[in-house]
């Protein structure tokens, strides 16, 4: 075997090698594809059933989804993103559509965002319902007697018809 011969075949040997290597390194960008696909729609699935039931919209950045800053966004609970442009038109991108940097970008973003909305929507429903159980306490100091009872009891209203004057009754 010449010299020349084993330069070839160390070339051919070389060029195999780096083909393998290719196919390892893309069957693990596919596999980390795969992950990403999988881990986002699990993510996807799990944020939008917290979102539909809070019924929180959020505005974003534009720059969260590589935009100019004449663009609105916003994201809404079924985790659609209206981008409206500065000539109103519009479009929708679907959050699980997103790039992984857009993804993370907006999730870093909104997530906080949701928090403190839903933060202060439970307080002002704890407000609510401590008045209405406040009033609910003040309403069982009634007597435990029926509406109906006290209505019958009452001396103030006649319950005989014929006690009514009959101008009163034809002018009902």
Not at 29 to 52: A, C, F, G, Q
Not at 90 to 104: A, G, P
Not at 108 to 135: C, S, W
Request: aromatic content about 4%; glycine content about 0%; some cysteine.
């Amino acid at each position: 075997m010449t010299s020349e011969e084993k330069v070839s075949d160390d070339s051919l040997a070389a060029a195999v090698k780096a083909m393998e290597d290719l196919v390892d390194e893309a069957v693990q960008v596919y596999e980390l594809d795969k992950e990403r696909i999988n881990t986002i729609d699990d993510l996807y699935n799990s944020l939008k059933i917290i979102t539909t039931f809070l019924s929180f919209s959020v505005d974003l950045h534009p720059q969260l989804l590589n935009l100019p800053d004449n663009v609105r966004c916003i994201l809404s609970p079924n985790l659609d993103i209206q981008i409206i442009r500065p000539n109103f038109k519009s479009e929708t991108r679907r959050f699980d559509q997103l790039t992984l940097d857009e993804t993370s970008n907006v999730i870093r973003y909104a997530v906080p965002a949701i928090i403190a909305m839903a933060r202060t929507d439970r307080e002002i429903k704890n407000k609510k319902i401590a008045f209405l159980r406040e009033g609910t306490r003040k309403l069982k100091r009634l007597p435990s007697s029926s509406q109906d009872e006290i209505i019958v009891r009452d001396t103030a209203i006649p319950t005989d018809t014929a006690a009514i004057p009959t101008e009163k009754v034809e002018s009902q």
